[in-house]
C-alpha cells in the first residue's frame, strides 16, 4: 500500500501531467510554445469573457488547462507542484482535487466579472482579453491553506499543533511571486488571481467545517455545499451580466474570435 506522502505526490503529479499533456496537444496542432495566439486559446476553451457570458459558459473551466507559452506553463506548475502537495497534506487528495476545480472556476468567474465590470460597449477591451492558466486554481489552493491555520482540517483533528502541515517559507515565495507579477506584467490576470484566493479560502472552509464530523456523510456534505457554492457563484455572473447587450456585441464583434475563424 502507498504512504500517504507517495499517494500525495501521486496526485500532484497528475494535475501537472494534465496542465503538461493539454499544451503538448496544443503543440502537436502547430501551437507556438513561445507565445500562443489569442485566437488560438479561444478556439482551445480560453476565458474570454464575451463568449464565456453568452453562452460558453464551459470556458470557466477549459481555460484553467490552457497556458499561453512555457515560460507560463513552468512558473505555474512550479507552483501547482508545491501547492498541490501541502493542500493534500492537509485536506487529503479528494479534498486537494475539488479545491482545485471549484478554486479555478470561481477564479475564471471573478476575471469575467473584473472585465465586464471594467468594459463598455464602445470600448469593450476587457471583455475581448482571452484568460487562461492554473495560477487561479494555484492560489485557490493557497487560500486553503490559509484557512488551515485557523480551522483545523479533519482528518488533524487528533494531531498536536506542531506535527500538522503548514505553509513554509518556499510556497509563500511562489504564492508572492504569482501576486507580484500582476502588478508588473499589465496582461497578468489579477483578478483570477484575487479571485482564486477568495474561492480558495471559501472552499477551504467548508472542506474543513466542522473538523469533529467525518466519515462518508460528512464528506459528501461538504462536496454538495461546494458545488452549491460554484453553481450559485457561475449563477450570479450570468444573472446579472447584461446578457441581452452581450449578444448584440458577440454578433458585431465576436464572429472574428469564434472558432474556425
Known amino acids: 500500500m502507498d504512504t500517504p506522502s507517495e499517494r500525495i505526490s501521486r496526485a500532484a503529479i497528475a494535475l501537472v501531467a494534465l496542465n503538461v499533456g493539454v499544451w503538448l496537444l496544443q503543440l502537436a496542432t502547430g501551437v507556438s510554445p513561445w507565445h500562443a495566439a ?6 482551445w476553451g480560453g476565458n474570454l469573457p464575451l463568449l464565456t457570458l453568452t453562452g460558453d459558459t464551459w470556458r470557466l473551466f477549459t481555460s484553467m488547462f490552457l497556458h499561453g507559452g ?3 506553463l513552468g ?17 487529503g487528495t479528494v479534498r486537494m482535487l475539488v479545491i482545485y476545480v471549484a478554486g479555478g472556476i470561481l477564479a475564471s468567474c471573478a476575471s469575467a466579472l473584473w472585465a465586464e465590470r471594467h468594459a463598455s460597449l ?10 487562461v492558466g492554473a495560477s487561479g486554481a494555484v492560489m485557490a489552493q493557497f487560500g486553503a491553506l490559509l484557512v488551515a491555520l485557523v480551522i483545523t482540517p479533519p482528518r ?3 494531531l498536536p499543533v506542531d506535527k500538522r502541515p503548514g505553509i513554509d517559507r518556499g510556497l509563500l515565495v511562489i504564492v508572492a511571486l504569482n501576486v507580484g507579477f500582476g502588478f508588473v506584467f499589465p496582461h497578468v490576470d489579477q483578478a483570477a488571481h484575487i479571485g482564486g484566493l477568495l474561492g480558495g479560502m ?3 472552509a467548508l472542506m474543513a467545517a466542522i473538523p469533529n464530523a467525518t466519515g462518508a456523510r460528512a464528506g459528501l456534505a461538504r462536496h454538495a455545499a461546494t458545488a452549491l457554492l460554484v453553481a450559485a457563484c457561475v449563477g450570479a455572473l450570468l444573472h ?6 452581450l449578444v448584440v456585441l458577440r454578433a458585431v464583434r465576436g464572429a472574428q ?3 474556425g475563424h
Do not use: C, Q, W, Y
Not at 489569442?38 to 478556439?43: E, G, H, Q, V
Not at 507552483?79 to 497534506?89: F, Q, S, V, Y
Open 75 to 91: 512558473l505555474n506548475m512550479l507552483a501547482l507542484r508545491m501547492t498541490a502537495d501541502r493542500t493534500a497534506d492537509e485536506f
Open 257 to 259: 474570435l469564434e472558432p
Open 202 to 204: 471559501a472552499v477551504g
Open 122 to 131: 464602445e470600448v469593450p477591451t476587457a471583455l475581448l482579453t482571452v484568460s
Open 38 to 43: 489569442s485566437t488560438t486559446l479561444i478556439a
Open 240 to 245: 446579472f451580466a447584461p446578457r441581452e447587450k
Open 70 to 72: 512555457v515560460l507560463h
Open 156 to 158: 488533524f483533528v487528533a
